[in-house]
């Protein structure tokens, strides 16, 4: 409509195409996007770096078809108390879980130090649990897979994950078990029929009390007469009788159905609530200790600069071969510790040349040697461990992984304050003036 | 709505009933999408996970949270059908438009889209409990004795009303040495992230007897809390549905 030539017509148009431009918006914003991984970057970097310490993870296969099983396993280490973030409940009561997007994998097993973790327990800080869980594939796609650790009161900790692709066809997908009461179920599609064939018992007969009534005169008429105080006489006999009916119906089918469940399931036991105890692997004696004397992030070179105090306590010399943070492993390439399990590690988590050392040679035994450590790598802001700074605690947390000449492995953690440096050069104290860094 | 003030309250021309009758259709329609949506959204945050997986329906919690707040909506709709238009199928119409959502959802979003079995993400029935609030609501067009007898019935009848289909995921199964049930096996094994084992609320506190039945004690609790919340919220449906007009000439 134009009142007038031109300066109506042009608002409308204006206003046309704003709305057009608003509709376009509307729409792609609620066509939902694919949220594929990666969503573990979201936590934050000190809940990764000082709770659960994840190590020698690994993924049996990358590839399985459905009804195929694939192992996930590895090892955690929960920090020490002096490591621990204050901000973050102790595991005390703890569940190994998946991280996966849904039911593509069913979880068949599920232990730590080989106790049956399908029930929750408490684990103990400082110490190590090996765990493995079982999963089988059943949705076709390629799904990224994590462990994780859920702490009451903290949250869900996730460790490393992989791609793993299931291939075949959902329909084949079968998961059968044997109950006590020796009958053979598939556990995908167990009672779903009963559960359908009741529902719509009940919801006939409840449509059916409905559509009696809509089909009345509903409102208008109902409401004149309730307010004339004549609502007594919308109450039919046949009212009455078809309510009496109704409420006897549901009495009777309520027993009924009870009584027909209790004769076709004699045998049933209440949900099974239990917590468990895990005793921790053995303690292994700390041959090699580390103190941290500074540690500093340099925010424009994404690196963490460490100096050390280490001393070998082991009968044999030993080299520093990893730094292990938030499931990122930066590895030392002069030590060589690139085994087959570690080809096998997500790339994005593995800097494998990420770990250097300004004194690469072997700390004999006995020796105390003040070390400067760089882990370097892009991962730092891939991972948004570079946030640590902006944490309510700037502090850090690790593991250490010394080798001595037999190829032992001596694993020491090592946390404490992060100081960042925002310029490339940093402040430095004066007795680290003489370093590289 | 009109004023009826007259001896001949009731009494309208058919073309009037013609159109009345055609928007009482749209007020049916609004009706729906208000209760289906507002009730669903109560039901969700309230005794949600409770009723979401077979694995949380429990024999102290799921039969004593489920009741007492779904009773609540078929409390407000029974008064606002039954005081104004003398309808008594409120609450069937609750829990029915509750069913309604929580299967769409269920089955297109859970089952479709996220791929749960459907037998882990069963909904409660609630028929039973509302058919026999309703129709002692208009035996005894009273909501006094409806609060007393159905209500509580509501909350007694609960879980009898559900064993026909939950019996079977009770069946006991052995795995990896450990004795479940098989509805805390389809729940343990169908990975759910943000739902660890331990944050089930099942089988905690102390309703219970020296007869190992839990249920009935639960039952019987459910069914007195179910009687006093239907009462507040038949006066919370009141509140929802009392218009006051401003005089003329007031402003």
Not at chain 1, 174 to 190: A, F, H, P, S
Not at chain 1, 204 to 216: P, Q, S
Not at chain 1, 351 to 374: F, H
Not at chain 1, 404 to 424: A, C, E, Y
Request: hydrophobic share 45%.
């Amino acid at each position: 409509m134009t009142t007038f030539q031109g300066g109506s017509v042009k608002i409308w148009t204006k206003k046309l195409q704003l709305l057009i431009v608003l509709t376009g918006v509307a729409i792609a914003s609620a066509v939902p996007q694919v949220a594929q991984a990666h969503g573990e970057r979201a936590q934050e970097p000190f809940l990764r770096m000082r709770t659960i310490q994840w190590y020698d993870v690994e993924w049996t296969k990358s590839k399985v078809a459905v009804n195929e099983e694939v192992v996930v396993k590895g090892k955690f280490r929960v920090s020490p108390d002096e490591n621990w973030p204050r901000t973050a409940a102790k595991p005390d009561l703890a569940f190994l879980n998946i991280s996966s997007p849904g039911p593509v994998f069913v979880r068949k097993a599920s232990f730590i130090n080989g106790v049956n973790m399908a029930n929750s327990s408490s684990f103990q800080t400082g110490r190590d649990y090996a765990w493995e869980v079982t999963l089988k594939g059943r949705y076709p796609g390629k799904w990224h897979i994590h462990s994780m650790l859920n702490i009451k009161d903290a949250g869900p900790l996730v460790g490393p994950g992989d791609w793993i692709e299931v291939t075949g066809n959902h329909a084949d997908f079968k998961n059968e078990v044997k109950t006590l009461t020796g009958e053979t179920i598939d556990l995908n599609t167990y009672g779903m029929a009963n559960n359908i064939r009741w529902h719509i018992i009940w919801a006939v007969f409840g449509v059916a009390w409905l559509l009696y009534w809509l089909a009345k005169p509903l409102f208008f008429s109902r409401y004149r007469k309730v307010a004339a105080g004549e609502g007594a006489s919308l109450i039919t006999k046949t009212d009455q009788t078809v309510a009496v009916v109704v409420l006897v119906g549901a009495l009777g089918l309520t027993y009924f159905g009870y009584q027909w469940a209790e004769a076709k399931w004699p045998i049933t036991l209440p949900l099974q609530s239990a917590q468990e105890t895990v005793a921790p692997l053995p303690t292994e004696p700390t041959l090699v200790d580390v103190k941290l004397i500074r540690a500093t992030y340099r925010v424009p070179g994404r690196s963490l600069n460490m100096t050390l105090e280490v001393t070998n306590n082991t009968g044999k010399a030993v080299r520093m071969g990893e730094f292990n943070t938030a499931t990122v492993r930066f590895l030392n390439p002069e030590v060589g510790i690139m085994d087959e399990m570690a080809k096998k590690y997500p790339k994005y988590l593995l800097a494998d040349k990420g770990l250097t050392l300004a004194d690469n040679k072997p700390i004999e035994p006995g020796e105390t040697r003040k070390i400067e450590v760089e882990a370097q790598d892009a991962a730092w802001e891939t991972e948004r461990l570079s946030s640590l700074i902006y944490d309510p605690d700037s502090r850090f947390g690790g593991m250490f992984f010394f080798y001595d000449t037999d190829g032992k492995r001596h694993i020491q953690n090592v946390g404490g304050v992060l100081v960042p440096s925002f310029t490339g050069k940093g402040g430095k104290p004066k007795d680290l003036e003489n370093t590289r860094y | 709505m009109m004023s009826s003030n007259t001896a001949t309250a009731g009494v309208v021309s058919p073309e009037a009933e013609r159109v009345g009758r055609a928007l009482e259709w749209v007020i049916v329609a609004a009706v729906v999408l208000v209760v289906t949506g507002s009730f669903h959204l109560h039901a969700m945050l309230t005794m949600g996970d409770w009723d979401f997986w077979v694995d949380w329906k429990d024999r102290e919690y799921w039969p004593l949270v489920t009741p007492v707040l779904i009773v609540t909506y078929c409390g407000a709709l029974h008064y606002i059908l039954w005081e104004h238009f003398r309808l008594p199928f409120g609450a069937t119409l609750a829990v029915g438009l509750l069913l309604l959502a929580e299967w769409l959802v269920r089955y297109f979003g859970w089952h479709g889209w996220s791929h749960y079995p459907i037998n882990l993400i069963t909904p409660a029935t609630f028929f039973a409990g509302a058919l026999i609030m309703d129709s002692i609501l208009l035996l005894s067009r009273s909501w006094i004795v409806t609060g007393l007898f159905g209500a509580s019935l509501f909350g007694i009848l609960f879980f009898p009303s559900n064993w026909s289909w939950l019996a079977p995921f009770h069946v006991p199964v052995e795995v990896n040495g450990l004795v479940m049930t098989v509805a805390d096996l389809i729940g343990f094994e169908n990975i759910r992230t943000g739902t660890p084992e331990y944050i089930r609320i099942i089988e905690r506190g102390t309703l219970r007897t020296f007869g190992q039945h839990s249920a009935p004690v639960t039952a019987a609790f459910a069914g007195f809390l179910c009687t006093l919340m239907y009462w507040v919220w038949w006066y919370i449906g009141k509140l929802f549905s009392t218009v006051k007009y401003i005089k003329r000439g007031a402003l």
